[in-house]
C-alpha cells in the first residue's frame, strides 16, 4: 500500500508542476540544454548544490530556492540569454496563470515580425524570485536585440 501512496503522490507532484506539452516548440526549448557554458563556482553555504547541471531554462527555473543559490543562478540564466540570443533562439519567457496556454498560443505563428518563442516558466508559484529570473532573461534578450 505504501508503493502505491508513492506513486500516486509523485504523479500529482509532477503534473501539477508545469504543465508544458512535451513535443511543443515551448517544451524543446524549456528543456534545452545548452552546452559549453562557462564552469560556475560552488555556493559556500551550500557546497552539494550542483552547479553543472543549470543548463537549461527548466533547470535554472526549477532550482530557484535560496538567495545564495539563486545568485548563483541569476548569473546562469543571463548567460543563457546570451547564449541563446548567438544561436538565434529569440525566447520570451512569460509567467503568471494561464501562461502555458498563452505561450502555446503566441506560438502558433512563429514566422511573425518578432520571431520569439515565448516559454512559461511558473503558471501557479507567483515567487518573486521566479519574476526576477524571468525579467534578467527578457531584458537581456530585449538588450542583444537592440543592439542587433
Known amino acids: 500500500m505504501k508503493k502505491l501512496i508513492f506513486i500516486i503522490t509523485i504523479n500529482f507532484l509532477t503534473l501539477s508542476y508545469g504543465q508544458i506539452p512535451k513535443g511543443t516548440v515551448q517544451y524543446k526549448y524549456y528543456d534545452y540544454c545548452n552546452e559549453n557554458l562557462s ?37 546562469r540564466i543571463v548567460e543563457l540569454a546570451k547564449a541563446n540570443f548567438q544561436k538565434k533562439i529569440y525566447l520570451f519567457l512569460i509567467e503568471g496563470k494561464g501562461s502555458v496556454e498563452l505561450a502555446e498560443k503566441k506560438n502558433e505563428n512563429l514566422e511573425d515580425d518578432n520571431k520569439l518563442i515565448y516559454i512559461s516558466v511558473d503558471d501557479f508559484k507567483n515567487a518573486k524570485e521566479i519574476t526576477k529570473g524571468k525579467e534578467l532573461y527578457n531584458s537581456e534578450t530585449e538588450k542583444l536585440m537592440n543592439k542587433k
Open 39 to 75: 564552469k560556475l563556482e560552488k555556493s559556500e553555504v551550500y557546497p552539494l548544490f550542483r552547479t553543472e547541471e543549470l543548463c537549461s531554462i527548466k533547470k535554472c527555473f526549477r532550482a530557484i530556492s535560496y538567495p545564495e543559490i539563486n545568485t548563483i543562478i541569476y548569473n
